[in-house]
């Protein structure tokens, strides 16, 4: 992947796949599509406001920290957006 530092997040049409390859279908309605930095597809929860980062094939998540994507598990990157306590 490119850097990640000097990726412009940009907004097309929305890509649902990699959310849709990671989450059941009765939390999908949950997520706001927010665009995507290069190849990491950056979806938003409604009720937390917090982002999950996906890679475009739904194998990687990432968690942005200070002005990069750094890679985190599945689980890590689940527990986050769905809690509010993180």
């Not at 649902?16 to 927010?34: H, I, Q």
């Not at 930095?37 to 929860?45: C, D, S, V």
């Not at 750094?70 to 809690?83: C, G, M």
Request: glycine share 6%.
């Amino acid at each position: 992947m490119t850097d990640p530092k000097q990726v412009a997040i940009t907004v097309g049409e929305p890509n649902w796949a990699p959310l849709e390859l990671v989450l059941p279908a009765c939390e999908l309605e949950n997520f706001m599509y927010m665009g995507r930095a290069g190849e990491i597809e950056l979806y938003k929860h409604w009720a937390t406001r917090r982002y999950l980062n996906i890679s475009a094939d739904g194998q990687r998540f990432y968690r942005y920290s200070d002005g990069t994507y750094v890679e985190v598990t599945k689980a890590v990157a689940l527990d986050r957006v769905r809690n509010r306590d993180h």
